[in-house]
Nanobody
Framework: VQLQASGGGLVQAGHSLRLSCSAS????????MGWFRQAPGKEREFVAA????????RYADSVAGRFTISRDNAKNTGYLQMNSLKPEDTAVYYC?????????????????????WGQGTQVTVSS
């Protein structure tokens, strides 16, 4: 499956952005999806994950309550709604996918558990 992330930009702290991850090539509904981010000088870190049908989600503590992951399998697209953005959310955001046979398969935090990656989209939050 090929993934393409979009929707990044420059926003002020407290504002919102919605990232999109468009999938092609395989049946998107067969894959769990995750979002990761990498800030300058830091390792890439887990942000959120969603199961293949969307009934299960998982969030990093740093974004829980502010970010919402979702997907529309009919449109082969996943989303990351980011509210109440903070300067520390500044990073390149990546979407990733891994094959799931069930919604109750694991939703790992480790990037090496994901097989497919999109290019990053830059999010910059000014104070």
């Amino acid at each position: 499956v090929q993934l393409q992330a979009s929707g990044g930009g420059l926003v002020q702290a407290g504002h919102s952005l919605r990232l999109s991850c468009s999938a092609s090539g395989r049946t998107f509904s067969g894959y769990g999806m995750g979002w990761f981010r990498q800030a300058p000088g830091k390792e890439r870190e887990f942000v959120a994950a969603i199961s293949r049908s969307g009934i299960r989600t998982r969030y990093a503590d740093s974004v829980a309550g502010r970010f919402t992951i979702s997907r529309d399998n009919a449109k082969n697209t996943g989303y990351l709604q980011m509210n109440s953005l903070k300067p520390e959310d500044t990073a390149v955001y990546y979407c990733a996918a891994r094959l799931q046979y069930s919604d109750y398969d694991s939703m790992p935090l480790l990037e090496n558990a994901y097989d497919y990656w999109g290019q990053g989209t830059q999010v910059t939050v000014s104070s």
